[in-house]
């Protein structure tokens, strides 16, 4: 990865995290809590999709129509989240896949 890959990714996720400021409260304050989730147990490779850019968008789309954030996604936050990345893998499978691979090797 070069410099000007490095630049352009901070531009992308200036521009990301300006279009999240311009949400209503309440769908800033869920959508950085389901930020926080996926950065935990959501896909590996979620950077590099558009699984945040599309929530960004699903919730401009709900506050236009004047919907509130729980409307659109319920009172589970993380059952919301794990709906959307059911078949992704993710960093927990990641993270049991070494637990399951270590232990293996380490009774021998």
């Not at 000007?4 to 809590?33: C, M, N, T």
């Not at 699903?58 to 236009?64: P, S, V």
């Not at 659109?72 to 993380?78: E, P």
Request: hydrophobic share 40%; aromatic share 8%.
């Amino acid at each position: 990865m070069g410099i000007q890959d490095i630049i352009e990714g901070k531009k992308q996720w200036r521009a990301h995290v300006a279009r999240v400021k311009a949400l209503p409260p309440d769908y800033q304050i869920v959508y950085q809590e389901m930020q926080r989730y996926l950065f935990k147990v959501g896909p590996t490779g979620l950077l590099d999709g558009g699984l945040l850019s599309g929530i960004v968008d699903f919730f401009a789309e709900g506050a236009a129509n004047g919907k509130g954030v729980l409307e659109l996604i319920g009172t589970d936050v993380a059952a919301f989240c794990d709906d959307l990345i059911k078949d992704s893998r993710t960093h927990a499978d990641v993270y049991q896949e070494s637990i399951s691979g270590n232990a293996g090797t380490g009774g021998k």
